[in-house]
């Protein structure tokens, strides 16, 4: 993924689904939540455990499906293991076909689920956090 496709998905990206937000403020997911909602975007937080709570003013979800269909998911970021990206993105593709970009975190690497998900269209990241990637290119 180019420096050009990135600025693209943070220009035109505006809500993202977090799937693995922590309610802990010193977690990495909840980090980068807190980054990306102070940058202007919509972050909806998706943990079975945590689900409806409430947290960085929004509803914390349980999975992806839960999420009401008035709610445009633009991304989704992963903060899951790698064997938990497949069943992710078949969910994505089943149940949020608006979402335009798959986002895998830092260690985060799943090449049949790329495939898959690139082959429907989506935009794929992976092994990056946006909250390195967006002040890296100045956004």
Known sequence: MSDDDLREIFTETRTIAVVGFSARPDRPSHE??????????RVIPV????AGQEHLGERVYADL?????????DM??????PE??????AEILAHRGEVRTIWMQLGV??????????????????????????PRLGM
């Open 32 to 41: 980068v939540a807190a980054f990306l909602q102070s940058h202007g975007y």
């Open 47 to 50: 943990n079975p455990g945590l």
């Open 65 to 73: 499906k839960e999420i009401p269909r008035e709610i445009a998911v």
């Open 76 to 81: 989704v970021d992963i903060f899951r293991a």
């Open 84 to 89: 938990a990206v497949p069943a992710l993105v």
């Open 109 to 134: 690497v799943h090449e049949g689920a790329a495939v898959a998900a690139r082959a429907v269209g989506k935009r794929v990241v992976m092994d990056r956090c946006p909250k390195i990637e967006r």
